[in-house]
């Protein structure tokens, strides 16, 4: 078993973390499209209340994700809505990857779902 050093395993620690908070967005925003038959104008509409007047119907809470930040930077992890059901989520990554479901690019890993 081959263990890393203490500062490559945080770094992975954090990057699992940066995939998870990645993942849940993809699902909020899956669950979002549901409700309004469109994609959210920005993360933030995904953890709107009742009140917000940007979103025709807010996603219930077991729907949202945990966090729309990094949790290092503290920066909002960027997001773009594409055609019809298609979105992009970015992150910076402190590690490379070797996932088959990035896509590295200059430091940014790139997760595109439907």
């Given at each position: ?16 973390t ?41 996603i ?36 490379p ?18």
């Open positions: 078993m081959v263990v890393d050093r203490p500062d490559v395993e945080r770094r992975l620690r954090l990057d699992k940066r995939v998870q908070d990645l993942e849940r967005i993809a699902s909020a925003i899956d669950c979002y499209w549901t409700l309004n038959g469109q994609l959210p104008p920005d993360l933030a509409s995904l953890t709107a209340g009742m009140d917000a007047e940007s979103v025709k119907r807010p219930p809470d077991f729907c949202k994700p945990r966090s729309i930040v990094d949790p290092i930077t503290g920066q909002a992890y960027r997001y773009r809505a594409l055609e019809g059901a298609n979105f992009e989520l970015c992150a910076v990554f402190a590690e990857s070797s996932d088959d479901r990035t896509a590295s690019v200059t430091g940014y890993q790139l997760i595109i779902r439907r």
